[in-house]
C-alpha cells in the first residue's frame, strides 16, 4: 500500500483523538483531600473534594504513590457527623458509574490500616479493608441510576469503635441508560470485575480505548488456552460499547473438546444476585465454509445460554439474575454438538446487585435516554475503521 496513503489517515486518527477527549468533559474526577485542582498525563482533569462534603480532614500520604490522586486522602474521625460526597447527578434516566478509590499508606503512622462501609444513596454498597493490600490502591466501582432525589450521595461510614475511615479518590461518569439494558434501574450494581481476555488493560478515551472510563483489566489466559486476533464489523455498535480494543483480542480454546473455564473470585459468601456480560467475537482469519463455532455457556454447572458466533460480527450475552453463593462464581464455555471450531471469548464483565435497604421505596424511574452517549457510538465506528485499515495494511 502506498505510504503516502497513511498520512491522512493518521491526520485524522490525531483529529480524533483530540475531539474524543472533549467526552471527559462531563467526568467527574474528585482527588480527595489534594488543595489545588489539576491535569493529569491522560489530560484528565481532577479538582478538590472542597465543594462536595464539608466533613472531614485532608491528610498527606508519606508513601508516595504514581498515581497523584493516590498521595492525598480525606479521612473522617468525626462518626456523629454525615461523612457524605454529595455527586452532581440528579436526573432520573441517567446512570452514572462511581468508582472510589482508597490508599492507606500508613497516613496516621499507627500501621492500622481500617476497614469501614461505603454506601451509595443509603444503599450499603460494599465494604472497604485495606489490611488486604501491602501496597497499591483499592477501588470499589458501582452502576447506579438516580432516583430523582437531588445529589447522589457517596458516604464513608465507620461501622467499628475506634476506626478512621477514609477517601483517597472518586470518579463519576454519567453513561446511557441504555448500556446495560437489563440492569434494573431501581438497584445499584457493584463491579466484581471487568476482564479483557487476550490482551492488556484498556481505560482511557480516545481512538481504541474507552469511553466511559471503565477498567479493562488484562485476564489470565488458561492452560489449554491461546490467544487470537479478532474483529468485529467496522460499523456494528455491541451491547454496552466495549473498546474495540477490547474485541480485537480473544482466548480460544487450543482443541474444540476442551472448555474455556473461568473463575471469578466473589468479594462476599452470602447468596446474591449476579449480573454477567459475555463478549465473543470471531477470529480475523476467515473459518473454512464448513466450519462452525456454537458455544454452551454454564454458570457454576448449570447451562444458561448458548451463542452461535459471526464473521466480523461481536456476540454480547448477558446472564441475569443468577443466584450465587461465594466464595467463586465458575463459568464454562464449552463447544456444543454440530461446532467444528473451540470456545471463544474476547471479554467478560461480573457484578453484584445490591439490594435496597430496609425501608428504601425506591422505584424505577420513567424509561428514556440522555442524548450525550451517541458519541461513543461515532468514535466506536471510526476505531473500527482505523484498526481494520491496519490489519488490510
Known amino acids: 500500500m502506498d505510504k503516502n496513503f497513511w498520512v491522512p489517515v493518521l491526520l485524522l486518527v490525531f483529529h480524533l483523538f483530540t475531539a474524543s477527549s472533549q467526552i471527559t468533559t462531563e467526568w467527574l474526577n474528585i482527588d480527595c483531600g489534594n488543595n489545588a485542582p489539576r491535569w493529569d498525563k491522560n489530560l484528565l482533569q481532577w479538582v478538590t473534594d472542597d465543594a462536595y462534603t464539608q466533613a472531614g480532614i485532608n491528610k498527606q500520604v508519606p508513601q508516595k504513590q504514581k498515581l497523584e490522586e493516590m498521595n492525598t486522602l480525606r479521612s473522617f474521625p468525626n462518626k456523629a457527623q454525615q461523612n457524605c460526597y454529595a455527586l452532581p447527578f440528579s436526573e432520573q434516566t441517567q446512570r452514572v458509574l462511581v468508582r472510589t478509590g482508597f490508599y492507606y499508606g500508613n497516613y496516621d503512622g499507627l500501621s492500622k490500616p481500617p476497614s469501614f462501609d461505603i454506601h451509595i444513596n443509603g444503599r450499603n454498597w460494599s465494604t472497604v479493608n485495606t489490611s488486604t493490600v501491602v501496597e497499591g490502591p483499592i477501588y470499589h466501582e458501582a452502576m447506579y441510576v438516580n432516583q430523582g432525589g437531588g445529589s447522589l450521595n457517596v458516604c464513608i461510614v465507620q461501622d467499628e469503635s475506634g476506626v478512621v475511615p477514609f477517601i483517597s479518590s472518586i470518579e463519576a461518569v454519567p453513561i446511557l441508560v441504555t448500556l446495560y439494558p437489563e440492569m434494573e434501574t431501581n438497584y445499584a450494581y457493584n463491579l466484581v470485575s471487568r476482564i479483557n481476555y487476550g490482551g492488556g488493560e484498556v481505560r482511557f478515551p480516545g481512538i481504541l480505548g474507552e ?59 452470602t447468596p446474591q444476585s449476579a449480573y454477567l456480560v459475555l463478549y465473543f467475537t470471531e477470529t480475523v482469519t476467515l473459518p ?10 454454564y454458570i457454576n ?38 461446532s467444528t471450531l473451540p470456545p471463544i471469548i474476547s471479554a467478560m464483565e461480573v457484578f453484584t446487585r445490591i439490594e435496597a435497604n430496609k425501608g428504601d421505596k425506591s422505584s424505577s424511574p420513567p424509561s428514556s435516554t440522555p442524548s450525550h452517549g451517541t458519541q461513543g457510538h461515532f468514535f466506536y465506528a471510526i476505531s473500527c475503521i482505523c484498526l481494520l485499515l491496519l490489519f488490510i495494511a
Do not use: H
Request: proline content about 12%; some cysteine.
Open 211 to 269: 469511553e466511559y472510563n471503565r477498567v479493562w483489566t488484562s485476564g489470565t489466559i488458561p492452560p489449554n488456552c491461546t490467544e487470537v486476533a479478532t474483529l468485529p464489523a467496522p460499523l456494528s455498535f455491541p451491547e454496552n460499547d466495549p473498546p474495540i480494543s477490547v474485541l480485537s483480542d480473544s482466548i480460544e480454546s487450543m482443541n474444540p473438546a476442551d472448555p474455556i473455564t473461568l473463575s471469578i473470585d466473589l468479594p462476599q459468601t
Open 288 to 297: 473454512k465454509p464448513n466450519d462452525s463455532r456454537i458455544i454452551q455457556i
Open 301 to 338: 454447572g448449570q447451562m444458561k445460554s448458548t451463542v452461535t458466533s459471526e464473521y466480523n460480527k461481536c456476540k454480547v450475552i448477558t446472564v441475569y439474575p443468577v443466584t450465587v453463593v461465594g466464595p467463586t462464581i465458575n463459568v464454562t464455555l464449552a463447544s456444543a454438538n454440530g
